[in-house]
């Protein structure tokens, strides 16, 4: 199975910052790389597909990229709305698996 | 609009098995797998499975081989994902998702999720 590392577990940010998760595959997935926003209580978003591909609707503050095994989810200036628990997922191969998460907290 | 109904929650004991159902609706039912995802509390997202509602075809996580069956009824446009020999730790929120319209392995639209609760 392709295990997903991510970069931090939890961080604290306040409003207007620029934030950035990392996302690491165990072994080479491509661009089969997909970002969820969850929020407490509620079911997983789709933000990003195909490493870099913004999901309809999503705004674009957002921003994905890497390929390979290196990963990033960029958040560009961060509004309260965006305070969630944020997850990569792979879908190069099965069984699809998921990052741990990283919980984005208000500072 | 795509959207995906899942029931709200379920009680079963141990040792028995749940049923839990996803129903389509706003999209071509046969055009898109459907996942399933458990999250159990306070936990990150394992996913289980998928069907293709088009043949019925399916694909399983190892982990849930021989426990997890999902089929789908044509007729109502709702997959249905059974878990048997239900154990404490199998206590989760069960969601279906919809595959990519450009990569069925991937997933756009979820479900609000059931909660299954296993307890003697």
Redesign the interface.
Known sequence: DIQMTQSPSSLSASVGDRVTITCRASQDIST?L?W?QQKPG?????LI??ASTL?SGVPSKFSGGGSGTDFTLTISSLQPEDFATY?C?Q?NS????????TKVEIK | QVQLVQPGAEVKKPGASVKVSCKASGYTFTSSYIHWVRQAPGQGLEWMGLINPSGGSTTYAQKFRGRVTMTRDMSTSTVYMELSSLRSEDTAVYYCARGGENNPSRSDYWGQGTLVTVSS
């Not at chain 1, 509620?42 to 789709?46: E, G, N, W």
């Open positions: 089969y997909a969820f509620r079911a997983p978003k789709s597909y195909a999901q997850y997922q879908y099965y069984p699809l698996t998921f990052g741990g998460g």
